[in-house]
């Protein structure tokens, strides 16, 4: 284990890094808070999953169609010229939303509010990926950066759900979406405080031309993504209602955190290993693994059970995420990173905004158990997707497999 973690220290050691990371991080809370504290809201007023997952389904597709343009925005203009009004505009939505919908205002209110939120929703994670790429450049320090953000946004996706049902069901339903919006304001204004570690703007003719998706290997990556996003969106929404379903709803959070604690700790020996496969291999294994692990869910009884199982469904998570992202950075030129990056996070966000509807639909006329068939189903496109396009991926990232 010291030999894993002595990358993560010298990674550390960079100035400025911990700082402008630890911004960060707290900044992206809320995408670990966001989708569940909609689904908990909604659900407290209306009852009905499929309403819920719905509504949480448009917040993040509207995002995910937004956020690249917001990034071609920051890589043009600059992240506080772009990160900060933004962070106001979506506030100002965001608040609306959780007025409208504890006032018990008509379904279509909630759907265009939600959507108003998502629209200007920032994509931090890809701004501090940016970061690093700006101040260490390419090369295995930057695959540790990659791995090292990994494993904070697994931590994430532990503490957050744990803290958004603590305070949706033991406080206020509203409590977890406004501690979200608040970890959003605070984080962003020390992010943007940071400025050694800003990547400068890029030249106005650098953006000009078509969009990164254009570039080759891209639109595999991003396809791949969305089926990966897929497995999300229906593990959480059959996680959420087997919880419910089993009468214990407040198990949701810990049960979710298991899932990420898997990938977290996944994510964390990637991050510390010396990898003689290519980026691409890694990619396709890691959606592998995600796949038959997540299978066994729809057989689960019993929530110790599940939480074991979920433990070990997020092995595959990190890895998949990490080599995806970091062969993004090897198919874009380096003046488009934050768009490049943000594309496939928005595939990932696609993906659980498509399949989170349809996983909550199965819930409440089937049962939770049917639905985690959901993300079984995602896991093997993404597999499938994978497999016929492994020789063109392997050339467009320039990589030699071992």
Do not use: K
């Not at 772009?82 to 379904?107: E, K, M, N, Q, Y």
């Not at 409440?364 to 639905?371: I, L, V």
């Amino acid at each position: 284990m010291p030999g894993v973690l002595r990358p993560y220290r010298e990674l550390l050691a960079t100035p400025g890094g911990l700082a402008f990371s630890a911004a960060g991080f707290v900044a992206r809370m809320p995408i670990s808070m966001m989708g569940l504290g909609i689904v908990l809201l909604v659900v407290a007023h209306t009852g009905r999953y499929g309403i819920a997952g719905a509504v949480s389904a448009t917040f993040a597709l509207v995002n995910a169609l937004a956020a690249p343009l917001i990034a071609r925005l920051v890589d043009r203009l600059g992240q506080r010229r772009v990160l900060l009004p933004s962070v106001a505009v979506h506030a100002v939505w965001l608040i609306g939303f959780i007025v409208l919908t504890s006032r018990d205002a008509p379904t279509w209110m909630l759907f265009l509010t939600a959507a108003g939120a998502g629209l200007f929703a920032p994509s931090v994670g890809s701004m501090v990926r940016a970061r690093w790429g700006y101040v260490l450049g390419s090369g295995p320090r930057l695959d540790t950066a990659y791995s090292f953000e990994a494993v904070l946004d697994e931590f994430i996706f532990v503490l957050g759900p744990l803290l958004v049902t603590v305070l949706a069901t033991q406080v206020a339903e509203q409590a977890g979406l406004g501690t979200a919006l608040v970890f959003l304001v605070i984080g962003s204004l020390a992010l943007t405080a940071h400025r050694a570690s800003e990547p400068p703007p890029s030249p106005v003719h650098e953006h000009q031309g078509p969009s990164v998706l254009r570039a080759p290997g891209m639109a595999i990556v991003v396809t791949t993504m969305v089926f990966v996003g897929g497995v999300f969106g229906g593990v959480e929404i059959s996680t959420i209602g087997f919880a419910d379903q089993s009468g214990h709803p407040s198990l949701a959070g810990p049960l979710l955190a298991c899932y990420a604690g898997g990938s977290m700790v996944a994510g964390l020996v990637y991050g510390g290993l010396h990898w003689r496969w290519s980026l691409t291999r890694r990619f396709l294994t890691g959606a592998f693994a995600m796949t038959v692990t997540t299978a066994a869910l729809p057989f689960v009884r019993e929530p110790a059970v599940l939480a074991l199982l979920l433990v070990v469904a997020g092995i595959g998570i990190a890895p998949t995420l990490i080599s995806g992202l970091s062969l993004v950075e090897r198919l874009v030129p380096p003046g488009q990173v934050t768009e490049g990056l943000t594309w496939a996070t928005t595939g990932v966000v696609v993906g659980l905004s498509l399949a989170s509807p349809v996983a909550g639909r199965v819930v409440d006329e089937t049962g939770a158990r049917q639905a985690f068939v959901v993300g079984a189903g995602s896991g093997a496109a993404a597999v499938l997707v994978g497999l016929l396009s492994f020789r063109r991926l392997h050339r467009a990232s320039g990589l030699r497999d071992a």
